[in-house]
């Protein structure tokens, strides 16, 4: 029983362990919520699909992501700004859904491995298979940026 216990012991320690996120230095822990407060916009204008709107909101976002200027976090966001500057109104809203699926792997994984504080958690479409930030102290339900026709299809999966 006692080789049980310890056992989970350990097994919750290690877990817990592998969920700590990177402390940052202040300025670039600013820079980063910066670019997720614009990625915000951008996802309202995803949800309710208005293209225009969405390649404004993609400039706004690569601006944001100019002003990063701690270089292992400029290096992980290098692709995916590469992917937002390619969303256009000309292009199919779901061209723009693979695009915008790019730069929110990127945001996720910044998510994941950085302490951003609470404000911003990931979350994932089963359906669609596709997973996106959200500002989940002002949205509680799921905003499905990817599927028009399930708009609150979704589920939370970290709890920051």
Known sequence: MFKIILGL?????????A????KLPEQTKMEIIN?????????ASFFKYDAGKVEKNAK???????????????KLLNYSKSQITQINPTQTREKNNQLYNMVSM???????????GNEYNIYY????????VQNSLKMKKSNNPYMPSMPHCGERLTDY
């Open 106 to 116: 990127a945001l996720t994984h910044l998510i994941n491995k950085y302490d951003l």
């Open 9 to 17: 012991l350990l097994i919750s320690n290690f877990t817990f362990a």
């Open 19 to 22: 969920t700590e996120r990177v």
């Open 125 to 132: 479409c089963p359906m669609e298979k596709k997973k996106w």
């Open 35 to 43: 670019v997720l407060k614009v990625n915000e916009n951008l996802h």
């Open 60 to 74: 706004d976002l690569v601006q944001a992501m100019d002003k990063i200027n701690d270089p292992q976090v400029k």
